[in-house]
């Protein structure tokens, strides 16, 4: 994509935090934006503020049948879609693994991982069909690539799969649909307790940070070079893990999975 002006965008968890910063910056841009989250209050305020650059709707992720209605909207309302922004989330349970309740857990994932899904399965085949150039950004965390909060495993486990989901995607789609993962360190939204969240960047500096790099259809969108240094902290464990024990050499040819599917492919073509 280059620029926003006459483009729409789709953000769940739109009527605070991130997804209310990013819509400010695009429709400052000249964009069109459908806001969709859980806070009635929320949109309603929304509403009022952008005025007729933007369309609101009640959805929550979890119900794929309220993400359908969210894109029958979203379709309807201009006729086409140029860029769906999957970040509604909610923080986790906190607490060590075995003293969270199980059926806790997964009503969490019913959010963060399975409403980013549904967005996804959604809206994928509809931004395929149409023939303007598109993109999907899921919002994932710095907890995509490592423990940031102690004591968050479902929040963890859930951003590490939002960002496995999204690599996933991206081959799924054909060339003018472009997918990603908007990785945010930490900033200032409602997601964790207000004396603990304010530390965090302000999510208008965020946005700012983010916006060219969406446009510009980055796969990866950072903001906090803060978490270079703790995603060293497992890789380079990791890496040396590899070097000391696996085995290599012609001996691992064989192995190399994307290889081998690749020389199939080419062997049945």
């Not at 806070?39 to 049948?65: N, P, W």
């Not at 963060?112 to 994932?140: D, M």
């Not at 969406?214 to 903001?223: D, G, P, Q, T, Y």
Request: with cysteine; net charge negative; charged share 20%.
């Amino acid at each position: 994509m280059t620029g926003f002006a006459g483009k729409i965008a789709v953000i769940t968890g739109g009527a605070s935090g991130i997804g209310l910063a990013i819509a400010r910056k695009l429709v400052a841009l000249g964009g069109g934006v459908v806001l969709a989250d859980v806070d009635e209050a929320g949109l309603a305020k929304a509403a009022a503020e952008f005025g007729d650059q933007v369309l609101t709707q009640r959805c929550d992720t979890s119900d794929i049948t309220q993400v359908e209605a969210l894109a029958d909207a979203a379709f309807g309302w201009q006729g086409e879609v140029h860029l769906v922004l999957n970040n509604a989330g909610v923080g986790g349970p906190r607490g060590r693994l075995w003293e969270i309740d199980a059926a806790t857990a997964r009503g969490h994932f019913d959010i963060n991982y399975w409403g980013v899904w549904h967005g996804c399965k959604v809206f994928a085949p509809r931004l395929v069909a149409q023939e303007a150039s598109s993109a999907i950004y899921n919002t994932g965390s710095e907890n995509s690539l490592f423990c940031a909060v102690p004591q968050s495993g479902s929040y963890i486990a859930a951003k590490h799969a939002v960002l496995g989901l999204t690599e996933s995607l991206r081959e799924d789609l054909p060339p003018h649909v472009h997918a990603g993962t908007i990785i945010p360190g930490w900033v200032f939204t409602a997601i964790g307790e207000e004396r603990f969240m304010k530390f965090g960047m302000e999510a208008t500096e965020h946005a700012e940070i983010v916006v060219p790099q969406i446009l510009a259809n980055e796969r990866f969108v950072v903001s906090h070079a803060s978490n270079v240094k703790r995603i060293r902290e497992r890789i380079d464990p990791l890496l040396a893990a590899y070097e000391e024990h696996a085995v290599t050499g012609d001996a691992d040819t064989a192995y190399d999975v994307r290889d081998v599917i690749a020389a199939l492919t080419a062997r049945k073509n």
